[in-house]
């Protein structure tokens, strides 16, 4: 039993496929991530690769300061992702909604909505960031496994983050 | 054969026992040779276990109903057909078989990509059901040169004994049916420029769209014990044994992955077609090569 766990341990440290959601982008982000998943920096090496759909996802990678017209779609394909999972917020969007704070069309920062793992800072954040990022999520997700961490308060979460 | 040995060559050799590592190496092999392509490293070589063990590991959805237990049903069955293939082959030379076991074969290589149409529409998704609705567009295209390619080989050798047919090296006219069966692999594994009914991204991921955890990795299982079908007939074709025992076993796997490197340089250097293209390359180009196959055959057959 303790075998196989630790079995299940690595396999899920070093297969994670992605899915990407973009929440309202400028596209810089997403156009990084693209490079990111592109041959010059080769995700495949370490197992990673972009899913089709949510239902295949580990990690779901999320870009953009959270528009109000996307946090529907961001909880619902959260909960379309299968257990365990992670999330990376790729870009300062997510993180503090960056240069779009105070936009009366903003619902973010995202941690508002859905628990982040780990932040990607950067404005696009470099690919080797964001490949980082994603390493250091497959490990949170490894070690986490089935068990998920709690959903975000609505009242405790900041309502304001000063940049 | 008769029970005991039917169940040995389903589960040991060459079925599940040796098809299962088999299957996963040359899902590996795929990867690699197109990351080495694309000038790239590639997966690491124990990539496509370590994807099945994490997928056996994720939660899979619950589903209610008739549909929910087709839906959990389709992927056993293509796991159990493409295995039942994958036993018929004639690995070892003098391995049994009998007289029929390629039309057996031939049955048994179409149900996975049955079980694919199945799927996708029972899974309700609408993603899914364009992906099921191209992969039977696809099958109706191909299939037809693919049986003519076949039925071809076996007119001229006068058996549908895989093991007959593969004690014989293939003569020269039999390379055009060889090549017709080869153009069709592309389309039944759902490579490029063939990739339409699973087109990731496109249309999400086609037929699979609504499947997780422990059934996307029975699919994927099936997936690559179809690989292990389709390469491994084509090598029982071209090969004659020349050896026997692990030499045997060594120098046909060796050649299936020859003909996974020719079909991964083909997706790594193609992109993908349209479905109109697609069916329209099958049915004028591909027929072509079948046309000539089934007709050299019979003028074979009517000089000897
Ligand atoms: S972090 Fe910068 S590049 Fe990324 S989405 Fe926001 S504004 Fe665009």
């Known amino acids: 039993m303790k075998l196989w766990k630790r079995l299940m341990?690595?396999?899920?440290?070093?297969?994670?496929?992605?899915?990407?959601l973009n929440a309202g982008s400028c596209n810089g982000c997403d156009i990084e991530l693209v490079a990111a998943l592109s041959p010059r920096y080769d995700v495949e090496q370490l197992g990673a690769r972009l899913e089709g759909s949510p239902r295949h996802a580990d990690i779901l990678c999320i870009t953009g300061p959270v528009t109000k017209n996307s946090v529907h779609a961001i909880e619902t394909v959260y909960g379309q992702v299968f257990a365990p999972k992670a999330v990376v917020a790729?870009?300062?969007?997510?993180?503090?909604?960056?240069?779009?704070?105070?936009?009366?069309?903003?619902?973010?920062?995202?941690?508002?909505?859905?628990?982040?793992?780990?932040?990607?800072?950067?404005?696009?954040?470099?690919?080797?960031?964001?490949i980082q990022g994603v390493v250091h999520a497959a490990v949170i997700l490894a070690e986490r496994g089935k068990d998920l961490p709690p959903m975000p308060q609505s009242e405790s979460a900041p309502q304001e983050v000063q940049p | 054969?008769?029970?005991?040995?039917?169940?040995?060559?389903?589960?040991?050799?060459?079925?599940?026992?040796?098809?299962?590592?088999?299957?996963?190496?040359?899902?590996?092999?795929?990867?690699?040779?197109?990351?080495?392509?694309?000038?790239?490293?590639?997966?690491?070589?124990?990539?496509?276990?370590?994807?099945?063990?994490?997928?056996?590991?994720?939660?899979?959805?619950?589903?209610?109903?008739?549909?929910?237990?087709?839906?959990?049903?389709?992927?056993v069955v293509a796991v159990a057909a493409a295995a039942g293939a994958v036993g018929l082959l004639p690995v070892l030379p003098a391995s049994g078989g009998f007289e029929g076991?390629?039309?057996?074969?031939?049955?048994?290589?179409?149900?996975?990509?049955?079980?694919?149409?199945?799927?996708?529409?029972?899974?309700?998704?609408?993603?899914?059901?364009?992906?099921?609705?191209?992969?039977?567009?696809?099958?109706?295209?191909?299939?037809?040169?693919f049986v003519l390619a076949i039925l071809s080989i076996a007119a001229a050798q006068n058996t549908f004994r895989?093991?007959?047919?593969?004690?014989?090296?293939?003569p020269l006219l039999e390379w055009f049916a060889i090549a017709a069966i080869l153009g069709c692999l592309p389309a039944k594994l759902h490579l490029n420029p063939f990739s339409l009914p699973n087109a990731?991204?496109?249309?999400?991921?086609?037929?699979?769209?609504?499947?997780?955890?422990?059934?996307?990795?029975?699919?994927?299982?099936?997936?690559?014990?179809?690989?292990?079908?389709?390469?491994?007939?084509?090598?029982?074709?071209i090969a004659p044994h020349l050896a026997s025992g692990a030499v045997a076993i060594l120098l046909f796997v060796a050649l299936c992955c020859a003909i996974v490197v020719l079909l991964s340089a083909l997706a790594a250097a193609t992109a993908r077609l349209a479905i109109d293209t697609t069916v329209r390359f099958y049915w004028r180009c591909t027929l072509i090569f079948a046309v000539v196959a089934v007709s050299s055959m019979l003028f074979l057959r009517g000089r000897s």
């Open chain 2, 1 to 75: 054969m008769n029970l005991a040995t039917a169940l040995a060559r389903l589960l040991l050799f060459p079925g599940v026992l040796f098809a299962v590592p088999v299957a996963w190496f040359f899902l590996w092999v795929e990867r690699k040779a197109v990351a080495r392509m694309q000038g790239r490293i590639g997966p690491p070589f124990m990539q496509p276990f370590f994807d099945f063990i994490k997928l056996l590991g994720k939660e899979t959805p619950e589903r209610a109903g008739i549909a929910g237990t087709l839906m959990k049903l389709w992927p």
């Open chain 2, 200 to 237: 990731e991204q496109e249309i999400y991921s086609g037929p699979m769209t609504e499947y997780a955890g422990a059934e996307l990795a029975l699919w994927e299982l099936a997936h690559g014990l179809e690989w292990v079908a389709g390469t491994g007939l084509v090598a029982a074709l």
């Open chain 2, 162 to 170: 895989l093991e007959a047919l593969a004690q014989r090296p293939a």
């Open chain 1, 90 to 130: 790729i870009g300062s969007c997510p993180a503090t909604t960056n240069v779009f704070i105070d936009s009366r069309t903003l619902d973010g920062p995202l941690a508002r909505h859905i628990p982040v793992d780990v932040y990607v800072p950067g404005c696009p954040p470099r690919p080797d960031a964001i």
């Open chain 1, 9 to 20: 341990c690595i396999c899920r440290r070093r297969s994670p496929w992605l899915f990407h």
């Open chain 2, 101 to 145: 076991d390629l039309i057996l074969l031939l049955a048994l290589m179409e149900v996975p990509s049955m079980c694919i149409i199945a799927a996708g529409f029972s899974s309700r998704s609408i993603f899914a059901e364009i992906g099921s609705v191209r992969e039977a567009v696809l099958s109706v295209a191909y299939n037809v040169v």
